[in-house]
């Protein structure tokens, strides 16, 4: 009796003290593993802080460098050392062509097909002192419905930083818009409010191109743009002609290397317009207008409170209580009362 408790005791012991060794692992390899996630968090958020010099600049014609040293120098005679792009859209309109252009180097990957790392990326450049930030974004569009936990990705890697500047990019070379359209636009609305669309701009990719229909190039530019910011308007929730009575800007891009060129072998649209510094031109206007940029927050991130919805409403609602229920059921027992028959000791 006495050994074989002393045996049980043992092999508890034993058991017990495996369970404390294995607990004591587990504690060590989680955080280990939160040590490593937040080495590797720190990595990117240091890599993205640590801006690579801008050398595409001094790859573009000699007119597209002097424009663009130009529009840098505004900025900095503005007090603006540095912007930050946000670009969005569906999948495979051109966003990452776009910025690699922009940037004049392939500083983000481009695929026919669907992206293969669905999340967002920051590229930073810099030159003599401004730093450009573009982040690239998936396409939050999937089986015809807005993904959105593509959407969740998004904002949750743009916590804590601000927006200068929303690019909304589609192609020039639709033909019509839908409610998928719509669906995109009320989606980046929710997500940073109204207010981002005082920072947005839609850029048309595609953008070489004939129209059909004996249109002129002017003329299908224009009814695209029209079609298009009419449902930016309403996906956004804005007034008529786009918001605070500013009409947000539509540029046009063709990111293909077979753009025409002009004589200073600058990339040309069909109407001729030199269009890298016309949209690195844009952006700077949008920057630098009166609307404040956008910080993703938290409480941006979260919405508006749950618990705060409907709170307008709860005096009605108690008032309602009082005279149409409270009241109602005084009278019941008050009449109750006058009813009954009163007992032979009252
Ligand atoms: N002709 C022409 N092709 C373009 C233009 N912009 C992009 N493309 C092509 O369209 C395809 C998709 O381009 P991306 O830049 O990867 O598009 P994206 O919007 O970043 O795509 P996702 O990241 O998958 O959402 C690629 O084959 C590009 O070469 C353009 O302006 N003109
Ligand atoms: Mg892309």
């Not at 590229?123 to 419905?145: A, H, K, Q």
């Amino acid at each position: 009796m006495h050994k074989l408790f002393f045996t049980e005791f043992k092999w508890n012991y034993l058991f017990m003290n495996f369970l404390t060794c294995f607990e004591i692992s587990i504690l060590f390899s989680r955080a280990k593993i939160r040590l490593r996630y937040g080495l590797i968090v720190l990595f990117y958020e240091l890599s993205g802080s640590m801006a690579r010099e801008w050398t595409g600049i001094q790859l573009f014609p000699l007119a597209t460098q002097t424009k663009l040293l130009e529009l840098l120098g505004d900025l900095k005679t503005k007090e603006r050392t540095s912007l930050t792009i946000l670009v969005m859209g569906k999948g495979g309109v051109g966003k990452s062509s776009t910025i690699n252009s922009i940037l004049g180097e392939r500083a983000v990957s481009v695929s026919a097909f669907q992206s293969d790392v669905p999340r967002p990326v920051m590229v930073s450049r810099s030159w003599s002192g401004f730093t450009l930030n573009i982040i690239d974004t998936p396409g939050i569009v999937e089986g015809g419905y807005v993904n959105d936990q593509a959407l969740d990705l998004i904002k949750r890697f743009l916590l804590n930083k601000t927006i200068d500047v929303l690019l909304y990019v589609d192609r020039l070379d639709a033909y019509r818009v839908d409610n998928l359209d719509k669906q995109i636009v009320k989606a980046i609305t929710e997500s940073f409010g109204k207010e981002i669309w005082s920072k947005g701009m839609v850029v048309l990719t595609h953008a070489q191109l004939t129209p059909p229909d004996c249109l002129s190039y002017d003329d299908f530019f224009g009814k695209r743009s029209e079609a298009l910011l009419k449902v930016v308007e309403s996906g956004g929730r804005l007034k008529k002609s786009g918001i605070q009575g500013n009409t947000i800007p539509v540029v046009l891009v063709e990111n293909s290397s077979r753009c025409n060129k002009n004589d200073s072998d600058e990339k040309v649209l069909p109407n001729g317009t030199a269009w890298i510094p016309n949209i690195v031109e844009v952006i700077t206007k949008v920057a630098t207008n009166e609307s404040q940029s956008i910080l993703v927050d938290q409480k941006l991130i979260d919405g508006p409170n749950a618990n705060d919805r409907g709170k307008p409403f709860i005096p009605l609602i108690l008032a309602f209580q009082y005279f149409f229920v409270v009241k109602q059921v005084q009278k019941w027992i008050k009449d109750d009362i006058a009813k009954a028959p009163k007992s032979s000791w009252e």
